[in-house]
């Protein structure tokens, strides 16, 4: 157990819904990050959140969104989904001060299906 | 964006034998290159990192290799054994300020007995 808890763990919906995933990093952990693993796509990273502001973006569509509330959690909101959104979206977080680079603990995912 | 590329995308080998993977960055302030083992079903499990100032890295059975200069890092399993079957994914940090990780598209490693 990693100590990152997602939910839900399974989404079924359908084009052109809205979804929202959320994350509980580890207790301390202040940098919250997300990642989209598709089929033959590796992880790709969408953005992080360290301490309810956004430190880094990545490949995310402007479709989606997140953010970081004051007690650490996260939300990452996917919109007018289309069938290609279908994924496994993973949540990581890492401690320390974000003054370097460290291990990234994942949750147990979220399996997005859109129909 | 900065990229992490990783060779093979496919491994097969015997027990016993060597497995080595390799990866390459873009990115000159990435200063961090860990290594990720994802069983199937299950999430990212980090089985080692190595840091820009050292060289190579040893555990048990795996190491890890740097060359800076030419932005290369080798994950390298010895004794390979049939629980080693996963998708190894190399990462390397992003220069900006949020330390997040690049993913290589990972290896399919398979250890047959």
């Not at chain 2, 890890?64 to 890092?73: E, I, Q, R």
């Not at chain 2, 990462?91 to 690049?102: E, I, Q």
Request: charged letters at 20%; proline letters at 4%.
């Amino acid at each position: 157990d990693s100590g990152v808890t997602q939910t839900p763990k399974h989404l079924i919906t359908a084009t052109g819904q809205r979804v929202t995933l959320r994350c509980s990093p580890r207790s301390g952990d202040l940098s919250v990050y997300w990642y989209q693993q598709s089929l033959d796509q590796g992880l790709q990273f969408l953005i992080q959140y360290y301490n309810g502001e956004e430190r880094a973006k990545g490949n995310i569509l402007e479709r989606f969104s997140a953010q970081q509330f004051p007690d650490l959690h996260s939300e990452l909101n996917l919109s007018s989904l289309e069938l290609g959104d279908s994924a496994l979206y993973f949540c990581a977080s890492s401690g320390g001060g974000g003054t370097s680079a460290g291990e990234l603990f994942f949750g147990e995912g979220s399996r997005l299906t859109v129909l | 964006g900065e990229n992490v590329e990783q060779h093979p995308s496919t491994l097969s080998v015997q027990e016993g034998d060597s497995a080595v993977i390799k990866c390459t960055y873009s990115d000159s302030a990435s200063n961090y290159f860990p290594w990720y083992k994802q069983e199937l079903g299950k999430r990212p499990q980090l089985i080692i990192d190595i840091r820009s100032n050292v060289g190579e890295k040893k555990d048990q059975r795996i190491a890890v290799t740097l060359n800076k200069t030419a932005k290369h890092f080798s994950l390298h399993i010895t004794e390979t054994q049939p629980e080693d079957s996963a998708v190894y994914f190399c990462a390397a940090s992003m220069g900006n300020s949020g330390y997040a990780l690049n993913f290589g598209k990972g290896t399919s490693l398979l250890v047959t007995p």
